[in-house]
């Protein structure tokens, strides 16, 4: 993701980019935004934004230790919860 793209990505939109990478299937596209979300920062500054980006920071960690989340984890209930998670997210205002 380039500086220019960061900046245009919210913790609600990256949660709603893995969502879609997690439904397509698609686990060379759900690694590589996990790994942008850790990489996302929050320009404004604001306490809700960066709330929103420290659950969007943990819930995509957490995914990203799952061995193949695919694969293998797609019934564990921790990456389950994960995935609650980024939908609350993925729902939440943009601003």
């Known amino acids: 993701m380039s500086p220019v793209d960061t900046l245009k990505v919210t913790p609600a939109r990256q949660a709603g980019r893995i969502l879609a ?3 397509a299937g698609d686990e060379p596209l759900l690694q590589m935004e996990l790994q942008n979300s850790q990489g996302l920062r929050c320009p404004s500054g604001q306490g809700l934004d960066e709330e ?3 659950l969007l920071w943990a819930v995509s960690g957490k995914i990203l230790r799952a061995r193949l989340p695919l694969q293998e984890n ?3 209930p921790a990456v389950r919860r994960c995935l609650d998670l980024l939908a609350h997210l993925a ?3 943009h601003n």
């Open 74 to 76: 797609r019934r564990d």
């Open 52 to 54: 929103r980006l420290e």
């Open 91 to 93: 729902h939440t205002p």
């Open 21 to 23: 990478a997690w439904n």
